[in-house]
Every structure is written in structure tokens, then in C-alpha cells.
């Protein structure tokens, strides 16, 4: 895969840039999340890892911050300060959480960063009601801000959610219908719409805090884009194969939930006689052995070769947007460091 | 009950400026609708009474369109110009839709507007996702609106945004508890949240767009959800005594399905032998008659006067806020009417 090497100085500088963005973000998130009232202030702070389920308080896991990281680094990639899009980072990251919440009432998910969901510790209703309340809060982070990029960000930020809603529904509707009845061309557009859209929505908030051109907002989100599908790919190539020692998931764990992920449609798309197996692998109940069988069927059809190398080729162009939008190769520098952190931290 | 008249002038009056308020809004209202992706604008245009179910076109019953002519009204009435104001009353009504989309999926509400909810026809989670698009749509609206209030209604409709969340959320613990559980304060508590702040905030956003002062914009805050309590109680009462000719809403609807309304609350907690009475019915299942002995009870226990006495208490409060924040009778006309009509218009 394109620009694949071992973790080293370029991963050691995106954990460095996640850390950062983390500790930016962090007191704007808490400040914004304790103004709500007790009933949804409880649920956002076990959601977000500050607190176990009985309120105590909990050492936190609120994930990487890969979101509000790539709108620090795109506004100090097209020139801007820092410290001027912390809010708009928050927002980011608050609107990427509204949707988790409700998500995981919808995808009826139990497990989310290693802990109960939180629709399973406080109810359907409530989680739903607090990813309402972090979706109003982001937008009023934006309201409240004196930037003059922030109306444009607000408006950006909310096409970006109707886009994630729509995803999600594709998402949803996918799911429900027989493997064969999908075609890889919807995939990809459910993925970039429910993981792309946001990952460029942070770059091109970035660029406008900036003051970038349109041009360079416009290309900055491709390149967020581009980087969120090769991002999803790989993800999907690590809920079959697996990669137990950095994120916990077990190998077989899309398998066994016959997840319609892009190597799978990509497989049974192939027509080969692998696919054929494989359909039939995941229209009946796994027996002994069938989520190896199932794994090894997706392969030999090519569809861990497709993922991979449909990853590269969106990760070669996300660069070429990159270098579109910031010419600098040390501007871009901590831009792609994330988006090659996020494709290769776990391959 | 203060201003209680005949439907009359005032009452033809406040239908000329809904009727005037849904033909501004609108136009604006579905282009929002318009822009969005197939899967939740079919959802939108359903639940707007816009189309049927299978998405042929409908003669349209959106509602009664008070919050926007609340907008409307409250612009002209601080001295601005309503056509400013669109875009608002539009983000409002927008706003209003979406808790409406949610809320009849957490109470399992399975009739809105004469019609199935979204959900029963769409799912639980199209109705959801097509929830937050609005509430998305709401904010880009405003977020693309060149006005200069524009940023400060976005914050205020945003934290109103939690206020209601914080009263559904309110709302479902109360009904998890006992009818014995449930104080008076509760539940005014949480009708303020679910209903007065919305048109407290669509009086307040009139006022912003005007250009008003902090004093008047706080002010006609407070008609608005003073009013909106006003509203809560006729409808309360409503929901026991009914109204069949007007709302469609049969007698004893609420009493069937054992809401802790707020004259029902007033009447438990009355102390009489008839709360004594009204708890036992409550907390058996219905036999013949039981609703009249219900609806006899509540009245006897006083629930019925309390609640008529408090609408009255409620509208006063609502009218001398009005007056200090728009002196001029004149102009606070259409806010009066408005105000008045919602709370008379059935009873």
C-alpha cells in the first residue's frame, strides 16, 4: 500500500498530534457537555468515557479525536492559528458523537469503545435524547463564535449531518437486504458518505478558519474524503482478518455478524466460485469453522485484495487533493501523517 | 378566564395571521425539505402532510403553523420586518418537527395530525434520522442567513434545543412513575420545558431579528412560555372534558391511556377523598364507565377549576410581560390575538 511502512517517526508524530488535538479540544468539550441538564449531562459523560454508569468518574477513552485533530491540522496547514478553531474542532467532534449515539440505537450495538453502549445503561429514549442535545450543543459552539468563518462552518457542518443521516439510512437499508442484492458502487457511497463526509467536513472547517480559498476548502474536504473510504477500508479488512493486539477486535467479528463490509460485496460480487461459497457461508447459521471458511472464501475471490489496494489508490488521491490545497510539503505534513496513521495504524 | 370571548374578531384575526405565517414560511420550509436526500425527505414530506405514504402528493395539514406566526408577529410587534424573519420562523418550525419526529418514537405515539406517525409507516430509525435532518436543516437555515441576529438565534434556538430535550426526558420519567410519585412542580417544570420554551424562543427569535434590546428580547421570551403553559392547561383539559367539534381529540383520551396531566396531578394531590378515588381508577385497568368516573373525579378533587384558574394565572403573566416588552397596544396586537387563540381556540 502506498506510503505503508512500519509505525515509526510519521506514526510517532500523529500520536503526538492526536494527543495534542485531545488535550485542545478536551476543556472546550467538558465545558460545552456540563452546561447541559443533569438527565443528558450524565449520559454524554459515560458516553464520552468521563464517568462510569453510576456517575463516578471514569479515566476517560473518548477515542482518538482523529475528527477535531484534522481541523487543527488543516487550519495549520493553510496558514491559520490554531488556536483560533478549538471551537470549531469541539463541534466537530460533538456532532461525530450525536451520531454514535444514535447510531447504536439504531444498529441495536451493545459494545462501544470497549464499554456497554450507552442506549443499554440508560435506555433508547435518553440516548437518544442526548445525541439531540451534543447535535444542538455543536451547532451552538458555532452560533456562540466571533470567527468570521463560523456561519459558514455552522452551515457546512449541518450539509455534513444531513449527509451522515443519509448515510446511515443507506447503511441501515443495506443490512436488511440479501447479500446479493447489493452492488459495490452503494457501498462505497454509504461509506463515504457515513465516514468520509465528516472526516472532510473537519479538513474543510479547518480551511476556513483559515481563511483558505474555496478552492482549497473544496480540495482539503476531498482529500478528508478520499482519506475517510481508504480509512474504512482498512477497517473492514480488520473486522475480518482482525487486529487483536491495537484495537481489540477479534477477527471473524464482522463475519459473524455477516456484515455486508466492502471486501465481502466486493467478493461476492467477483463471480468466482469463492463467492458462491461464501454466499452460501452467510446465508445459513455458522457451524465450527465458518467464520475461517468465510474469511478464507473472501480472499481467495480477491476481496482482501481489492480492499487493500482500493485503499491505496484513495489514499494516492487523497494526497493529490492534499497537495492541491497546500502546495508546502511541511505544511501538509501533519494532514498526512493523520490520514496515514488512520489507514496503517492497524495494518 | 381573563379574555375569554366567543371566537370572534380576535379569533378571525389570529387564523388570518396563521394563514398568512404558514404562506410565508412555507415556500422556505420546502425548499429546506426539498434539498434533502430521498430517503429522509420522503420521511419529511409524509410527516408535513405533504404526501401520502407512498409519496404521492398530499393536500398538506402541517399544523397550525403557531410557532412561526409567533416569529412573525413578534418582529412586526418590536418594529422590524417580518419578511427578514422567514428564514426563522422557518428554522422553528423546522425545529418543532424534529422533536415531534422523535418524540412519537420514544412515547410509541402512533397518531400525529389525524395521521399514523412517521415511524409506524417508516421505522423507528428513518423517523429518527429524517428528526435530526431537520433539526440540521433548522440550523443551516439560520447558519446561511446574511441577517446580523442571525448567530444569536442559532444559540438560542440551539439551547432551547436542550430545554426540550430535558422536558421529553422529564416527560418519560414521569410517566415511568407512580401517579402518587409526581408533584404539581414536576410537571409544571416539565410542560415550561417541552412546550413554553419553543414559543418562548420563537417569540424571542422575533424580537432578536427586530433588532430589540436584551430587555424586550427576554421579555417576550417570557410571554411566550407563559403562554405556552396557558396552552399546555387548556389542552390538559382538553384531553379529559374533550372537544371532539374542534380538535377531533375524543373525552377521556388521555384518561385512557393514564397521562399525568397537569389536572390530573392537581386533582391527586389534592387531598380529597375524590383524589382517592381518581388514584384507584388510575391504577386499575378500565371498565365500563371508568373514564366519566375518571373525568367526574378530577373535577370533584378540583383539578378541572385549578387548571382553568392557573391557564387564566398563566395568560395574565404572559399579557404583562407582553406589555413590558411592547407598550404600544397596538403593536402588540397579533402576539395578543396569537396568544389568546391557543388558549381559547377550543374551549
Same mark, same amino acid.
Given at each position: 500500500?502506498?506510503?505503508?511502512?512500519?509505525? %515509526?517517526?510519521?506514526?510517532?508524530?500523529? #500520536?503526538?498530534?492526536?494527543?495534542?488535538?485531545?488535550?485542545?479540544?478536551?476543556?472546550?468539550?467538558?465545558?460545552?457537555? @456540563?452546561?447541559?441538564?443533569?438527565?443528558?449531562? $450524565?449520559?454524554?459523560?459515560?458516553?464520552?468515557?468521563?464517568?462510569?454508569?453510576? %456517575?463516578?468518574? &471514569?479515566?476517560?477513552?473518548?477515542?482518538?479525536?482523529?475528527?477535531? =485533530?484534522?481541523?487543527?491540522?488543516?487550519?495549520?496547514?493553510?496558514?491559520?492559528?490554531?488556536?483560533? /478553531?478549538?471551537? #470549531?474542532?469541539?463541534?466537530?467532534?460533538?456532532?461525530?458523537?450525536?451520531?454514535?449515539?444514535?447510531?447504536?440505537?439504531?444498529?441495536?450495538?451493545?459494545? $462501544?469503545?470497549?464499554?456497554?453502549?450507552?442506549?443499554?445503561?440508560?435506555?433508547?429514549?435518553?440516548? *437518544?435524547?442526548?445525541?439531540?442535545?451534543?447535535?444542538?450543543?455543536?451547532?451552538?459552539?458555532?452560533?456562540?463564535?466571533?470567527?468570521?468563518?463560523?456561519?459558514?462552518?455552522?452551515?457546512?457542518?449541518?450539509?455534513?449531518? *444531513?449527509?451522515?443521516?443519509?448515510?446511515?439510512?443507506?447503511?441501515?437499508?443495506?443490512?436488511?437486504?440479501?447479500?446479493?442484492? *447489493?452492488?459495490?458502487?452503494?457501498?462505497?457511497?454509504?461509506?463515504?458518505?457515513?465516514?468520509?463526509?465528516?472526516?472532510?467536513?473537519?479538513? =474543510?472547517?479547518?480551511?476556513?478558519?483559515?481563511?483558505?480559498? $474555496?478552492?482549497? *476548502?473544496?480540495?482539503?474536504?476531498?482529500?478528508?474524503?478520499?482519506?475517510?473510504? &481508504?480509512?474504512?477500508?482498512?477497517?473492514?479488512?480488520?473486522?475480518?482478518?482482525?487486529?487483536?493486539?491495537?484495537?481489540?477486535?477479534?477477527?471473524?467479528?464482522?463475519?459473524?455478524?455477516?456484515?455486508?463490509?466492502?471486501?465481502?460485496?466486493?467478493?461476492? /460480487?467477483?463471480?468466482?466460485?469463492?463467492?458462491?461459497?461464501?454466499?452460501?457461508?452467510?446465508?445459513?447459521?455458522?457451524?465450527?469453522?465458518?467464520?475461517?471458511?468465510?474469511?478464507? #472464501?473472501?480472499?481467495?475471490? %480477491?476481496?482482501? @485484495?481489492?480492499?487493500?489496494?482500493?485503499? &491505496?489508490?484513495?489514499?494516492?488521491?487523497?494526497?493529490?487533493?492534499?497537495?492541491?490545497?497546500?502546495?508546502?510539503?511541511?505544511? &501538509?505534513?501533519?494532514?498526512?501523517?493523520?490520514?496515514?496513521?488512520?489507514?496503517?495504524?492497524?495494518?
Amino acid at each position: 500500500m502506498t506510503g505503508m511502512k512500519e509505525m %515509526g517517526q510519521e506514526g510517532a508524530e500523529a #500520536a503526538e498530534i492526536l494527543a495534542s488535538a485531545r488535550a485542545c479540544v478536551d476543556p472546550e468539550l467538558r465545558r460545552a457537555i @456540563d452546561s447541559l441538564p443533569g438527565s443528558m449531562r $450524565r449520559v454524554a459523560l459515560y458516553h464520552f468515557g468521563w464517568e462510569h454508569a453510576d %456517575g463516578a468518574p &471514569a479515566a476517560g477513552h473518548a477515542g482518538k479525536a482523529i475528527r477535531p =485533530a484534522l481541523v487543527l491540522a488543516a487550519v495549520r496547514a493553510t496558514g491559520g492559528e490554531q488556536a483560533m /478553531a478549538v471551537r #470549531a474542532a469541539a463541534a466537530v467532534e460533538l456532532t461525530h458523537n450525536f451520531t454514535l449515539l444514535h447510531d447504536d440505537v439504531m444498529d441495536g450495538d451493545t459494545t $462501544r469503545r470497549h464499554r456497554p453502549t450507552a442506549w443499554t445503561v440508560f435506555g433508547e429514549a435518553d440516548a *437518544v435524547l442526548a445525541g439531540d442535545a451534543l447535535h444542538a450543543l455543536a451547532q451552538r459552539l458555532l452560533a456562540e463564535d466571533p470567527h468570521p468563518a463560523a456561519p459558514a462552518a455552522a452551515a457546512r457542518l449541518a450539509s455534513c449531518v *444531513v449527509e451522515l443521516c443519509a448515510g446511515q439510512h443507506a447503511d441501515c437499508a443495506l443490512e436488511r437486504r440479501g447479500p446479493d442484492e *447489493v452492488t459495490l458502487d452503494e457501498c462505497l457511497a454509504m461509506a463515504e458518505a457515513k465516514t468520509g463526509a465528516l472526516l472532510g467536513c473537519a479538513c =474543510a472547517l479547518g480551511a476556513l478558519y483559515a481563511g483558505a480559498g $474555496r478552492g482549497e *476548502v473544496e480540495a482539503l474536504d476531498g482529500f478528508g474524503r478520499e482519506a475517510g473510504l &481508504a480509512f474504512q477500508l482498512i477497517d473492514d479488512v480488520i473486522g475480518i482478518w482482525g487486529d487483536p493486539g491495537r484495537t481489540g477486535k477479534p477477527a471473524g467479528a464482522d463475519l459473524a455478524t455477516r456484515k455486508k463490509s466492502l471486501p465481502v460485496v466486493a467478493a461476492l /460480487a467477483s463471480g468466482t466460485p469463492a463467492a458462491t461459497e461464501l454466499a452460501e457461508l452467510y446465508g445459513r447459521p455458522s457451524a465450527d469453522g465458518d467464520l475461517e471458511r468465510m474469511a478464507h #472464501a473472501v480472499e481467495a475471490a %480477491g476481496g482482501r @485484495d481489492w480492499a487493500l489496494l482500493h485503499a &491505496a489508490d484513495r489514499m494516492s488521491r487523497a494526497i493529490s487533493q492534499l497537495a492541491r490545497a497546500v502546495p508546502d510539503p511541511q505544511a &501538509a505534513d501533519g494532514l498526512l501523517a493523520l490520514a496515514e496513521f488512520v489507514t496503517r495504524r492497524t495494518y
